[in-house]
C-alpha cells in the first residue's frame, strides 16, 4: 500500500492521521530526507475578544459610535478608510502609520456577519467556517493538514480555537527558547556537541524503532491503538527536521507577545517545518472602558502585524506570506453604562498576501453599524437583493485562494456554498 | 402489546442492540403482511410493515428526527406546547415507536398540497423554529422519501444490507488481569502493583481488580490523581490575581495576609525573609486546593457525590484558617496545626463587611453550597456590569449537568436586526430566548455575587429586570430562599438526573483522557450510522452507570469501579483485522490509548524508576516544558493536548535519553538485591554464543519489557527478539570501533565525583534498549 492509498484508506474509515515521513521504513526516510516545505505559508491573526472595527478599518464617528473621532477625523489611504487613532494609541502602531505602509497590500472585508454573538460559538464559526459542528478543523489546521501534515510543526497555535478535526496535531510552542532545546533533543540539555548516544547506537535504536512500526502495521489494531501508533512514530520521527529551525532562532527576544509569536512562526517556516500559525492576543472584550482597551490593543495587535511583516521580509519569505487578521465579534455601536461596549454580531477581516489585490475594501456596514448585503459576483453592495457575506462564505473562497477546496480533507469538511453565493472575484477583484 | 408493537420493537431490537440476526430480521419483515394501522378517512398508506422499517430508525430519527425535531419538540422543549411531541429513545426504547407515529401523523396532514411534515420543517408555514431544514438538503430528501413511502408512491425495498453489525465488542480483546491491574495501578495511584496485589490478581484474575480497587481508592495518591484530574475540569487553580486574593479585602482585610505579620522570630533574621515567602507560598496552595479537598473529602468519606453543590460547609486548613480569621477557634480541631494541607470542614459565619455590615442569612453562617459558594469558583469564573452571572449560569450548566449552553442552539439570523427590532431581546427575540430563558434564571441565582473580582456583594439596585426572573428552568427563585439561593439551586441540581449523568462522564474523562463522543452531526456521513451506534453504545453505559451511581447513594467511587469494569475501559486490541469501513467506523473510539499528560509521565517514570524526571514538572512556577508537551497552566491554556505534534515528539526523544541517562549506570551501581532495571544481570553478562548468556539477557529483556512496557512476553517473543537485536548489534558494533571504556560524562553513576567504567560497552548498550523502550506507545501512552 503506498501513502496515497493508505492516506484514502484511513480516509474511508474516517480516520485522521499525521505521517512520519518515511512511514514505510527507516531506510526510506534516511535516504530521502524530507525537502523543506517551500510554502505559502499562512498567519492568521487573533483579536481574541472582539475588536472594535469601528476604531480600525470600519470608522464610523457619527451616532454616538465613537467617543475619540468624528465622521470628519476619518482618514482614507487609497481606498481604504480607517480611524484616526494616533492621538489615542497607546505604545503599538497606530492606523494612520499601518494603513500608510500596508493599505496598498490589504484587502478589508467589512460587514461580515457572525450570526451570533456569543465568543465560543463566534470563534468556532470564525477559525473553521462552521457553526454548527464542533468537529470541524480550522482554516489554519486544515491548510497545514492538506499541504504537509508530516512536517513536525505543521500547524503552530498559540490560542484561540484551534480544532484540528483530527487531520494535523496541533503543535503549542510559547517559548522561542525551547526551540533550541527542541531542535537538539539528541544532546544533553539540548548541545548538539554532547550527544547522549554514540551516532551508530542512535542508529540502530531509531531503526529498531523502525522496525518495530513496521512489524505493527499487520497486526490487528483497534483504529484508536492504530492511530495514536501512526501518530507517535510520525511525531518522534519529523521532530527530527527541527534542527533546521535553528539558524532562524533570533539571538535576541522580543517582549511584545504577538512578536514572539511571530517568532517561532517565522523560524518554523523558515526552516521549512511549518506551514501555518495561528497566532493570537486576547483581551479586546472590552466591556467596560471599550475607548482605552481598543486604544491598547489594536496598535499592539497593528505592531504584531508589522512585526511579523518585517521579519518575514528579512528573513526572504514574505512575498509567500498570507496574512488573515480577523476576531470573533464587533463591538456594539453604542456605549454601555461602563463605558464599555458589548458584543456586535456584524465585523471585519483584513486580507494580505500573494495573488490578493490590495488596496480594497469589500462589503460594508451603515451608519447605524448594520450591515449591507453585497453581490456576490460583482462585490459591489446590493442592499436589496444582496446576500450577507458569512464565515462560511470566506472559508470557501480561503481553500479556494490556497488550492485546497478540492482536497479529500476538504472535502471531508464540506462548507456546501450554493454556487451563487461563492465569491469568485474576491482575492483578485 | 399488540402485532404492530411486537412488529416494531423487532425491527428496533435489531437496530439498537446486539444485531445478531439481523438478516433474519430483515426476511421476518417481508413476510409479516400488512397491518392496518391508519384511519380509514386518511389517504391509503403503505403496510404499517413498511412504515416502521429499520429505515424510519436509521434515516428519519437519526438524521432528522433526533438531530434536528427533537431539540425543541419535546415534554420541556421550546416547542412543548405543539402536538408533535417527541421522546428520547435512548432513555425510552419503546419511544421510537411513538415517535414514528408522530411523524407519520405530521406528514398525513396537508398545507396548501405539500405534507405539514414538508412544510414545518422548510417554514412554508409558520414553525416556530423558523426552517429548520433547507430546500435539497439531505435531511428534506430523507422527509420527503419519508412521505413518499408513506403514500405507497415510493416501494420499500428491503435489501440485506450491506454490512450487518455484530456484538458492539465482538473481536475486541480485553487487557489481561495482570495488565489491567498496572493499568489501574500506574492511573488512579501513579505507582506499580505490589507483589501481594500481583499475587492476588494471579490467583483470582478481574475479581482481585475489583477488591484492589476498594483499596486503592483510600491510598492519598489516589486523592492526587483526584484532585488533579477535576481540576483539568474545573480549571479552578487558574483564577486570576494572587491566590490569597481568593479572600475579599472586604470581608477578610485583616486576615488574608496574615503571613506578612507571622512571627517568625524563632527564624535567624538573615534567613526570615525567605522563610515568609515560603509560608506565603504554603498558604496560597492550600487555599488553591481548597475546593478540590472538598471533592477529595467526599469521595473518602464516601458522602453522597451531590455534596459537591450541596455540602453545608467548605473545607480549611490550618494555613488557610488563619486567612479567613479562624485559626484560634480551629486549631483543637487539626491533627497538626502546623500542616498546611491538613483539611477539616468547617462552617463559615456570614459574612461581615470592613463597614460591620453582615451578610443577610437566617442560620448565622455563610451558606455553603458545595463548590458553588466556594470563593475560588466565583472568582475563577467571576461576573462583569453586562456579563450579569450569564458566565457562571453557563459553567454551572456545563460542570455540573453536562450540558454545553454555547451548543444548545447557535440559529444563524440577523443578530443585529434583532437587536434594532426588539427592546430587550434576550427576553423577546426567540432567537435569544432559546437560550438566555435556560441562562439567565441561573444567573440570577447567583446573584449575591455581582462583584466583579468575583467576591460576594450584591448589586445595589437590586437584581436586573430585564432579565428572565432568577430561579432554574421555569421554577422561580422563591423570595424566601433569595439568602441561600445557591443552596436551592444545589438542591435542585442534586435531584436532577443529569447530574448523574454529568459526573459519570466526568468520571470517563478523567479515565480515558477524552470527553465522550458527541452524536455524529453530519448527516451526509456514509459512516453515520457506525458512528452513531458507537455514540449510543457509549450512552447506554453512561446511562446504566448513572442509574446505579443515584442507586448507590452517589458514591463516585462507584462510578470508577464501574468504568473501570467495563469494555469501553479494559478493550486492548482486537483478535482479527478489521477491514470493514463501517466496523472500522464504529470501533474508531474504542481502547484507552490516552497519551500521558506530563503530569501522568512524571508519576509513571516515578513509579519505574524510583525518581521523577522532573524537568516535566517542576517545583516553582517554570512548567514550560509540560505546556510544551500539552500540558494545561488552567488560566489561558486550558485544553490538553491529546496528539503529539512533532514539538512534543523531541521531548519524547529527550526524556528518553535523559531519563536512561539518569538511572542505567546508577543502577548497575548498586548491589543486585537493590536494583530496579537491572537485579538479574551483570555488566560483564555478554553474548558470547553460550546459551547461558543468551538466556539471561533474554530474561533481563523480558523484565524490562514488563517493567516498563507493562507487556508479558516470553523469552523468545518477538519483541524481545528486536530488542536483544538492538543490545546485540550494539555491542558487536562497539567492538569494531574503538571506544572509550568509561560511560558518557552525564551518564555516569555520579556525574563528577566518580568515573563510571563501562569496559564492554553494556551499560551504554543497555541505556540504549532502556531509550528505545522509553520511546514506545506503551510507555507514552495509558
Not at chain 1, 363 to 389: C, H, S, Y
Not at chain 2, 117 to 140: I, M, P, Y
Not at chain 2, 354 to 372: F, N, V
Request: hydrophobic share 40%; charged share 25%.
Amino acid at each position: 500500500m503506498n501513502r496515497r492509498e493508505f492516506v484514502r484508506w484511513c480516509q474511508s474509515a474516517g480516520l485522521g492521521v499525521a505521517f512520519p515521513l518515511g512511514w514505510q521504513g527507516h531506510t526510506l526516510a534516511r535516504q530521502r530526507e524530507p525537502a523543506p516545505y517551500e510554502g505559502p505559508f499562512f498567519v492568521v491573526v487573533n483579536a481574541a475578544g472582539g475588536w472594535d472595527t469601528t476604531y480600525l478599518m470600519d470608522p464610523k464617528g457619527v451616532g454616538g459610535i465613537n467617543r475619540l473621532y468624528r465622521e470628519g477625523d476619518i482618514q482614507t489611504q487609497g481606498a481604504i478608510r480607517f480611524a484616526p487613532t494616533a492621538k489615542h494609541a497607546v505604545g503599538g502602531m497606530a492606523n494612520e502609520t499601518f494603513f500608510a505602509k500596508y493599505a496598498r497590500e490589504l484587502l478589508v472585508l467589512n460587514g461580515l456577519d457572525y450570526s451570533v454573538n456569543n465568543h465560543d460559538p463566534c470563534s468556532r464559526y470564525m477559525a473553521t467556517g462552521k457553526l454548527d459542528s464542533l468537529a470541524y478543523p480550522t482554516f489554519a489546521a486544515l491548510v497545514a493538514a492538506c499541504k504537509g501534515a508530516e512536517y513536525p510543526l505543521a500547524f503552530l497555535t498559540f490560542g484561540n480555537y484551534s480544532s484540528t478535526g483530527n487531520l494535523v496535531p496541533m503543535a503549542r510552542i510559547p517559548y522561542l527558547n525551547s526551540l533550541h532545546l527542541l531542535a537538539n533533543a539528541d544532546g544533553v540539555q539540548g548541545s548538539p556537541r554532547h550527544p547522549y548516544h554514540d551516532a551508530f547506537v542512535l542508529e540502530r535504536i531509531e531503526k529498531a524503532l523502525a522496525d518495530k512500526h513496521q512489524a505493527i502495521q499487520s497486526s490487528p489494531r483497534l483504529p484508536r491503538t492504530e492511530r495514536a501508533q501512526n501518530m507517535l512514530y510520525a511525531a518522534q520521527e519529523n521532530s527530527k527536521i527541527l534542527k533546521r529551525v535553528v539558524p532562524f532562532i533570533p539571538k535576541t527576544i522580543p517582549r511584545e507577545r504577538l512578536s514572539v509569536q511571530a517568532e517561532v512562526a517565522l523560524a518554523a517556516f523558515k526552516g521549512g517545518v511549518a506551514v501555518s500559525a495561528n497566532l493570537t492576543i486576547g483581551q479586546f472584550d472590552s466591556h467596560a472602558n471599550n475607548d482605552a482597551e481598543q486604544m491598547k490593543l489594536i496598535p499592539e495587535l497593528l505592531a504584531g502585524i508589522d512585526y511579523l511583516l518585517r521579519r518575514a521580509e528579512e528573513l526572504q519569505i514574505r512575498e509567500k506570506l498570507v496574512v488573515i487578521a480577523q476576531s470573533e465579534m464587533g463591538r456594539t455601536p453604542h456605549y454601555n453604562s461602563g463605558q464599555g461596549k458589548d458584543h456586535w454580531s456584524v465585523g471585519s477581516a483584513m486580507f494580505l498576501g500573494p495573488n490578493l489585490r490590495g488596496n480594497r475594501v469589500i462589503g460594508a456596514t451603515d451608519q447605524k453599524q448594520f450591515l449591507i448585503p453585497i453581490d456576490a459576483k460583482t462585490l459591489r453592495l446590493d442592499a436589496k437583493n444582496g446576500m450577507r457575506i458569512r464565515p462560511e462564505h470566506v472559508h470557501a473562497a480561503l481553500r479556494r485562494y490556497a488550492g485546497i477546496e478540492h482536497h479529500p480533507f476538504a472535502k471531508q469538511f464540506p462548507l456546501d456554498i450554493p454556487a451563487t453565493e461563492q465569491l469568485p472575484t474576491l482575492w483578485m477583484g | 402489546m399488540n402485532r404492530e408493537s411486537t412488529l416494531f420493537l423487532l425491527c428496533f431490537v435489531r437496530m439498537w442492540w446486539t444485531w445478531p440476526n439481523g438478516a433474519i430480521l430483515w426476511t421476518l419483515l417481508v413476510f409479516v403482511g400488512h397491518i392496518d394501522a391508519v384511519p380509514a378517512a386518511e389517504p391509503p398508506m403503505a403496510p404499517i410493515c413498511t412504515a416502521i422499517d429499520p429505515w424510519f430508525a436509521e434515516e428519519v430519527w437519526a438524521k432528522v428526527g433526533e438531530r434536528v425535531c427533537a431539540n425543541c419538540h419535546h415534554a420541556k422543549g421550546d416547542a412543548n406546547e405543539s402536538r408533535f411531541l417527541l421522546d428520547d429513545t435512548l432513555r425510552d426504547p419503546t419511544a421510537l415507536l411513538r415517535n414514528y407515529r408522530a411523524f407519520a401523523d405530521m406528514a398525513q396532514k396537508q398545507h396548501e398540497g405539500v405534507p405539514r411534515l414538508l412544510a414545518k420543517a422548510t417554514g412554508r408555514v409558520k414553525h416556530g423554529g423558523g426552517a429548520v431544514v433547507k430546500a435539497n438538503s439531505t435531511e428534506f430528501r430523507i422527509l420527503t422519501r419519508f412521505v413518499e413511502r408513506l403514500q405507497g408512491r415510493e416501494k420499500p425495498v428491503v435489501e440485506p444490507p450491506s454490512f450487518v453489525p455484530g456484538p458492539y465488542f465482538a473481536q475486541v480483546t480485553p487487557l489481561s488481569p495482570q495488565r489491567l491491574l498496572r493499568r489501574v495501578t500506574l492511573a488512579l495511584v501513579g505507582r506499580l502493583p505490589t507483589l501481594a496485589e500481583r499475587e492476588a490478581v494471579e490467583k483470582a484474575g478481574y475479581a482481585a481488580v475489583d477488591r484492589i480497587l476498594d483499596d486503592l481508592m483510600k491510598e492519598d495518591a489516589f486523592y492526587d490523581r483526584l484532585r488533579e484530574a477535576f481540576n483539568d475540569i474545573f480549571l479552578l487553580v487558574g483564577y486570576p490575581g494572587l491566590a490569597d486574593d481568593v479572600l475579599s479585602y472586604e470581608h477578610f482585610e485583616k486576615s488574608r495576609r496574615w503571613y506578612q505579620t507571622h512571627d517568625l522570630s524563632h527564624i535567624p533574621e538573615k534567613d526570615r525573609q525567605k522563610a515568609r515567602y515560603a509560608l506565603a507560598d504554603l498558604y496560597r496552595a492550600a487555599l488553591l486546593r481548597e475546593p478540590y479537598e472538598l471533592i477529595a473529602y467526599i469521595v473518602r468519606q464516601e458522602r453522597p457525590f451531590t455534596e459537591i453543590v450541596t455540602a453545608d460547609y467548605q473545607m480549611m486548613s490550618p494555613y488557610t484558617a488563619r486567612g479567613y480569621g479562624m485559626y484560634e477557634e480551629l486549631k483543637s480541631h487539626f491533627k497538626n496545626p502546623e500542616d498546611p494541607f491538613e483539611y477539616i470542614p468547617v462552617q463559615l459565619k456570614a459574612l461581615t463587611s470592613r463597614s460591620g455590615k453582615t451578610q443577610p442569612t437566617q442560620t448565622g453562617k455563610y451558606p455553603h453550597a458545595g463548590l458553588l459558594t466556594t470563593f475560588q469558583y466565583l472568582r475563577r469564573y467571576p461576573t462583569t456590569v453586562t456579563n450579569r452571572n450569564r458566565l457562571r449560569a453557563r459553567m454551572y450548566y456545563q460542570h455540573f449537568l453536562g450540558v454545553d449552553v454555547m451548543t444548545l442552539a447557535p440559529r444563524v439570523t440577523d443578530a443585529t436586526a434583532v437587536s434594532k427590532k426588539f427592546d430587550i431581546p434576550t427576553m423577546q427575540a426567540s432567537e435569544c430566548v432559546v437560550c438566555h430563558k435556560i441562562i439567565d434564571p441561573v444567573a440570577g441565582v447567583f446573584q449575591d455575587y455581582f462583584n466583579e473580582e468575583g467576591h460576594y456583594g450584591p448589586r445595589k439596585e437590586g437584581w436586573f429586570s430585564d432579565m428572565f426572573a432568577p430561579g432554574r428552568e421555569g421554577e422561580e427563585l422563591p423570595r424566601e430562599q433569595k439568602w441561600r439561593a445557591l443552596q436551592w439551586l444545589g438542591a435542585a441540581t442534586a435531584q436532577d438526573p443529569r447530574f448523574a449523568v454529568a459526573m459519570v462522564e466526568h468520571v470517563y474523562t478523567i479515565l480515558m483522557g477524552r470527553r465522550p463522543l458527541l452524536p455524529p452531526q453530519d448527516p451526509d456521513d456514509p459512516y453515520f450510522s457506525a458512528r452513531r451506534r458507537a455514540y449510543l453504545e457509549q450512552r447506554q453505559a453512561i446511562q446504566a452507570i448513572a442509574e446505579r451511581f443515584a442507586k448507590e447513594n452517589f458514591n463516585l467511587k462507584v462510578v470508577f469501579k464501574a468504568w473501570i469494569a467495563s469494555p469501553f475501559y479494559r478493550a486492548d486490541g482486537l483478535a482479527e483485522v478489521v477491514r470493514h469501513p463501517e466496523r472500522r467506523a464504529e470501533l474508531d473510539d474504542i481502547g484507552l490509548m490516552h497519551l500521558l499528560t506530563p503530569e501522568q509521565l512524571e508519576r509513571k517514570i516515578e513509579a519505574i524508576f524510583g525518581q521523577r524526571w522532573g524537568k516535566m514538572i517542576r517545583s516553582g512556577s517554570d512548567q514550560r516544558l509540560a505546556i510544551l508537551y500539552g500540558g494545561i497552566d488552567s488560566r489561558e491554556v486550558t485544553q490538553r493536548m491529546t496528539e503529539p505534534s512533532g514539538a512534543m515528539g523531541a521531548i519524547q526523544r529527550m526524556l528518553a535519553n535523559d531519563v536512561a541517562c539518569q538511572h542505567v549506570a546508577k543502577d548497575f551501581d548498586k548491589p543486585a538485591a537493590q536494583r530496579r532495571l537491572f537485579p538479574e544481570i551483570e555488566i560483564d553478562v555478554l553474548p558470547d554464543g553460550s546459551a547461558e548468556n543468551e538466556r539471561r539477557i533474554r530474561a533481563a529483556i523480558v523484565y524490562l519489557h514488563a517493567l516498563i512496557l507493562g507487556q508479558e512476553h516470553d523469552l523468545n517473543h518477538p519483541e524481545v527478539n528486536r530488542t536483544y537485536d538492538l543490545f546485540v548489534g550494539i555491542l558487536r558494533e562497539a567492538k569494531i570501533r574503538k571506544y572509550d571504556p568509561r560511560e558518557q560524562y552525564s551518564c555516569q553513576a555520579e556525574p563528577g565525583k566518580k568515573t563510571t567504567m563501562d569496559p564492554y560497552y553494556t551499560i551504554r548498550a543497555w541505556r540504549a534498549v532502556v531509550t528505545y523502550l522509553l520511546r514506545q506507545d506503551d510507555f507514552l501512552y495509558e
